[in-house]
């Protein structure tokens, strides 16, 4: 059976090229469920670029307000670009409800054009669709499931045994409402 800590892995590729008048702004949906490892892969983004270059990388992930921000560093190539010092990064995302959260991470790539004194940015706005994992962050798991007639009507039901080894009947009574008998957690 899968415990709390379990985790689930998502990639993330962003790519974007030098915006070169105005910011872009790039937008992702992606759904995870349960706690999930995200690793955010930047190696799609345009950053070997001569100088002025790349400023750096504004990072938010969403489940907090704290937005970090890395600067470029030098490659040591001529003529000197300014690169990003990363291009990947790593967050993990806890679910603790049982309900559908919403998060949105944002990657802000600033660069800074020859003509313009204003960097422009290439934004990333990822928006998470994060679930609980239901069944499996309960720790239960499906025994049986059996047909008996209640009044006529065939009736599923269900054992199901928690991670402590308690087993619970589930029983559900009409073909259309799929209305609960009895419940017993």
Same mark, same amino acid.
């Given at each position: 059976?899968?415990?709390?800590?379990?985790?689930?892995?998502?990639?993330?590729?962003?790519?974007?090229?030098?915006?070169?008048?105005?910011?872009?702004?790039?937008?992702?949906?992606?759904?995870?469920?349960?706690?999930?490892?995200?690793?955010?892969?930047?190696?799609?983004?345009?950053?070997?670029?001569?100088?002025?270059?790349?400023?750096?990388?504004?990072?938010?992930?969403?489940?907090?307000?704290?937005?970090?921000?890395?600067?470029?560093?030098?490659?040591?190539?001529?003529?000197?670009?300014?690169?990003?010092?990363?291009?990947?990064?790593?967050?993990?995302?806890?679910? =603790?409800?049982?309900?559908?959260?919403?998060?949105?991470?944002?990657?802000?790539?600033?660069?800074?054009?020859?003509?313009?004194?204003?960097?422009?940015?290439?934004?990333?706005?990822?928006?998470?669709?994060? =679930?609980?994992?239901?069944?499996?962050?309960?720790?239960? *798991?499906?025994?049986?499931?059996?047909?008996?007639?209640?009044?006529?009507?065939?009736?599923?039901?269900?054992?199901? *045994?928690?991670?402590?080894?308690?087993?619970?009947?589930?029983?559900?009574?009409?073909?259309?409402?799929?209305?609960?008998? =009895?419940?017993?957690?």
């Amino acid at each position: 059976m899968a415990t709390f800590d379990s985790k689930n892995t998502l990639t993330v590729n962003l790519s974007n090229t030098q915006p070169t008048t105005v910011d872009t702004v790039f937008t992702d949906r992606v759904a995870m469920q349960g706690n999930t490892l995200v690793t955010f892969d930047l190696i799609g983004v345009e950053n070997n670029i001569v100088l002025p270059g790349v400023q750096g990388l504004l990072v938010n992930f969403g489940d907090s307000d704290v937005t970090t921000f890395s600067p470029a560093s030098f490659s040591g190539s001529a003529p000197v670009p300014l690169k990003l010092s990363t291009t990947t990064y790593k967050h993990t995302y806890y679910q =603790s409800q049982s309900g559908v959260n919403l998060l949105s991470a944002t990657f802000s790539i600033l660069y800074q054009p020859q003509a313009s004194a204003k960097p422009l940015s290439a934004k990333h706005i990822i928006e998470f669709q994060h =679930s609980s994992k239901n069944i499996v962050d309960k720790n239960l *798991e499906v025994l049986n499931c059996q047909l008996f007639t209640y009044n006529g009507t065939p009736t599923p039901i269900i054992n199901v *045994e928690s991670g402590e080894n308690a087993i619970y009947t589930f029983a559900y009574h009409g073909s259309s409402s799929a209305t609960p008998i =009895s419940i017993q957690l």
